[in-house]
């Protein structure tokens, strides 16, 4: 585990890093390209629309992905490439299931609901891109289970926005002109796309199945983990947008506007522990099969001590040259973002003092655990934001978020400690040892 940590691991973490800076960088440029052609009104319009898809997916997802991700690996170790299969195949059906319900709620409320907002053409464009969205997590999945995390994340992270790209330029190209409609159409293509080269990757990665009879499916036993890992999902969703969608109900836009870059900012404080989380997210999976607990707390207590250096470089670059950075990339008019982001990435540096702890208790079977915590936060997100922004504005929904990320990152370390025996944290005061 050393040898493969020191190089295969780090390697690894530094191809994935590399694959997210170049996504980034395809996205922000589909961003600047749409919204230099549609126009602030069209480009809003389409900005919504593809939140709407965002969030619609959501619930079709509901804890699928992580569950795939987990079983997948425990599966590869048994050596049960049927009943893995049988996995891939029961997830898929049940998030195809869960679209046509969407799509149709959506379809027949959707046009009531947002009228004012999108046109029935562009809300059937939006719907369809839900279960591409889906499908596509899901296949990401299957690939981070197998073993595969890097090529997991290319399809969405590189050919994604590079085919959108691509397709708005050769539209533009033509002499055409776009609106929000045909950028949403080109989107659903590039996904569409995506899907079936993603979809190919997969089955080029995935072991030969034997043949013979068909194992018996636990729906019981995957649909309980699915709901537990789902409803953590979506708190979890909840607390990293609340503090937006309750500024934005209590205090101006222009707040917003510059709360929205501090969020933005202080992320990159977690980029590391984020990627090294989908690269351990798997191996803690299997480890855990293999009953090699002690393999587990060395991996999580250098993930969290790898993670909280380069969170902490992150972080003393932008509070020294924070204000700076603001100004000359978004404008003087978001120099107030300054203060609110330095709340925020104290707020991150806590995140990932605690390491890898959800994702450890969410591999390891814990999930109903998690859940619980993160509800607990949330509820405490929501109270604090209610205190904290009217009198304090920005400064007030940052004091929040970044306590709510201590709130949680205690609760689940508690209670890791307590039920596996295992310090998720920087100290490493494993259970044991």
């Known amino acids: 585990m050393a040898n493969a940590f020191g190089d295969s691991f780090l390697k690894s973490g530094a191809s994935l890093l590399l694959l997210q800076m170049a996504g980034m960088g395809l996205s922000l440029g589909v961003s600047v390209l749409l919204a230099r052609q549609l126009g602030p009104s069209q480009f809003g319009i389409y900005s919504f629309a593809l939140a709407l898809a965002t969030l619609i997916s959501v619930p079709v997802q509901f804890g699928l992905p992580p569950l795939v991700v987990r079983e997948t690996a425990r599966l590869l170790y048994e050596n049960n490439v049927r009943r893995m299969f049988a996995l891939w195949r029961w997830s898929a059906l049940i998030a195809f299931l869960a679209s046509a319900v969407i799509f149709t709620a959506v379809l027949l409320l959707g046009s009531l609901i947002f009228a004012a907002y999108i046109t029935k053409s562009l809300l ?69 796309i995506t899907f079936v080269a993603g979809a190919l990757m997969l089955a080029r990665a995935a072991p030969s199945s034997r043949s013979g009879m068909a194992p018996p499916i636990p729906h019981y036993d995957w649909l309980r983990a699915a709901m537990f890992l789902g409803v953590t999902s979506a708190a979890v969703v909840i607390n990293r947008n609340l503090d937006i969608a309750m500024l934005g109900s209590l205090r101006s836009a222009t707040e917003v506007g510059q709360y929205k870059v501090s969020v933005t900012l202080a992320m990159v404080s977690a980029t590391a522990l984020n990627v090294l989380n989908l690269l351990i997210q798997p191996q803690v999976a299997r480890l855990n099969a293999a009953g090699d607990i002690d393999a587990i707390k060395r991996l999580v207590t250098k993930v969290a001590r790898l993670s909280f250096v380069i969170g902490l470089c992150c972080a003393a670059v932008f509070l020294l040259l924070g204000e700076e950075v603001i100004t000359r990339i978004f404008g003087t008019e978001y120099s107030a973002a300054y203060p609110a982001m330095s709340i925020l990435i104290a707020g991150q540096i806590f995140n990932t003092c605690f390491g890898p702890v959800m994702l450890v208790l969410n591999m390891m079977g814990q999930e109903r655990t998690t859940m619980s915590s993160v509800i607990v936060a949330a509820g405490g997100n929501i109270v604090l934001n209610a205190m904290l922004i009217p009198p304090f504005g920005t400064l007030g929904a940052a004091m929040a978020t970044a306590a709510t990320f201590l709130l949680w990152n205690v609760l689940l370390n508690i209670k890791a400690r307590r039920l596996l025996g295992i310090d998720c944290s920087i100290a490493g005061w494993h259970e044991g040892n």
Request: net charge neutral.
């Open 124 to 192: 059937v464009a939006t719907v369809l891109l839900v279960p591409l969205l889906a499908f596509g997590m899901l296949r990401a999945a299957a690939l981070r289970g197998l073993g595969h995390v890097v090529m997991g994340q290319v399809p969405e992270t590189i050919i994604r926005p590079g085919l959108i790209l691509l397709l708005l330029l050769a539209i533009l190209g033509l002499g055409h002109e776009i609106d929000a409609l045909s950028a949403m159409v080109l989107n659903v293509v590039g996904t569409s």
